[in-house]
């Protein structure tokens, strides 16, 4: 009868290794990965930061081009301006605008 108890004794012990080296496998997998969680976060958010740093950056330079462009557009206009007073003066009627020229003329827009 020793000899059973003996027995269930050991395979109980050894369902006990199994099932305790289960457990501590999955607590240091779920461990591994609560630790990797906030690094993963912050490679996201330097990611989402070179991003918007980016994004900033082509902003204000677009800016800064459609502000030149803006500038080159009434410069010509003055320009064609003054030219279509000095046609109008000679007595020469300059061609007919474009008509998105004369769209915005009307418009503003």
């Not at 020793?2 to 004794?9: A, E, R, T």
């Not at 502000?67 to 557009?73: F, H, I, N, P, Y």
């Not at 003055?78 to 046609?87: E, F, I, L, N, P």
Request: glycine share 10%; net charge neutral.
């Amino acid at each position: 009868m020793n000899g059973i108890w003996g027995l269930v004794g050991a395979t109980i012990t050894v369902v006990g290794v199994i099932t305790t080296g289960f457990f501590t496998y999955r607590g240091t997998r779920t461990a591994a990965a609560i630790q990797a969680g906030p690094q993963e976060e912050a490679q996201q958010f330097a990611v989402l930061q070179a991003t918007v740093t980016r994004v900033d950056r082509e902003n204000k330079e677009l800016r800064g081009r459609q502000s030149r462009l803006e500038a080159l557009v009434r410069a010509c206009t003055w320009t064609m301006d003054r030219w279509a007073r000095q046609m109008h003066q000679a007595g020469i009627d300059p061609e007919p605008p474009h008509p998105l020229v004369d769209e915005y003329n009307r418009t503003g827009v």
